[in-house]
């Protein structure tokens, strides 16, 4: 069974850093591109980029939004993504998902985890 | 960026009613286009792929359709599960974009 889990959200106050981090397991991690999501409050979805597999030597792709401030990266050998967000602000506040493409990684997100909820305040 | 623009933004319907949503892209593609469930404080779920490929697992009531710049979510025969709300997905080109959401509500 396909699982991604994510913690590391939390209060951080603006300007810091957070490191969020997606644990999959039932499946071959380094296999599948995994992005990530956000949603804030109330609000709908938004992409903010993906990460690749090793075999295709961990290529990221982000949303101009989140770009020189989000960085993607992730261990294969641990089945880990990570997502560090760097001088947040109040308007990262949002429940932050991983999700597990479908396939390739020009695809649909076939799975997800369950959030993980970053409040940025002072 | 390609815009997607769902309607109605707000859906009231009845158990047994067929619903329809759509879709408009502010570019044209070809079928690059997912469809997910959402209910409150959960994770969304997809449920169909290029446009109108039902997911594993997922009812056959709900069908997609489209290409171009419209495209359009189908459920038959409403459920009282089915009640959420649905987004709409483009990955033809990046950014990957989301429509607004559409909140399908019990009448």
């Known amino acids: 069974e396909v699982q991604l889990v994510e913690s590391g959200g939390g209060l951080v106050q603006p300007g810091r850093s957070v490191r969020l981090s997606c644990a999959g397991s039932?499946?071959?991690?380094?296999?599948?591109?995994m992005s990530w999501v956000r949603q804030a409050p109330g609000k709908g979805l938004e992409w903010l980029g993906f990460?690749?597999?090793?075999?295709?030597?961990?290529?990221?792709k982000y949303a101009a939004s989140v770009k020189g401030r989000f960085t993607m990266s992730r261990d294969d050998s641990k089945s880990i993504a990570y997502l560090e967000m760097n001088s947040v602000k109040t308007e990262d506040t949002a429940m932050y998902y991983c999700?597990?493409?479908?396939?390739?990684?020009?695809?649909?997100?076939?799975?997800w985890g369950q959030g993980t909820m970053v409040t940025v305040s002072s | 960026d390609i815009q997607m623009t769902q309607s109605p933004s707000t859906l009231s319907a009845s158990v047994g009613d067929r619903v329809t949503i759509t879709c408009r892209a502010s570019?044209?593609?070809?079928?690059?286009l997912a469809w997910y469930q959402q209910k409150p404080g959960k994770a969304p779920k997809l449920l169909l792929y290029?446009?109108?490929t039902l997911e594993s697992g997922v009812p056959s009531r709900f069908s997609g359709s489209g290409s171009g710049t419209e495209f359009t979510l189908t459920i038959s025969s409403l459920q009282p599960d089915d009640f959420a709300t649905y987004y709409c997905?483009?990955?033809?080109?990046?950014?990957?974009?989301f429509g607004q959401g559409t909140k399908l509500e019990i009448k």
């Open positions: 990460s690749r597999g090793t075999t295709f030597r961990g290529t990221t």
């Open positions: 570019q044209s593609f070809a079928d690059w």
């Open positions: 999700a597990r493409h479908r396939d390739g990684f020009i695809d649909s997100f076939r799975f």
């Open positions: 039932g499946f071959t991690f380094g296999d599948y591109t």
């Open positions: 290029k446009a109108s």
């Open positions: 997905q483009q990955y033809n080109s990046f950014p990957y974009t």
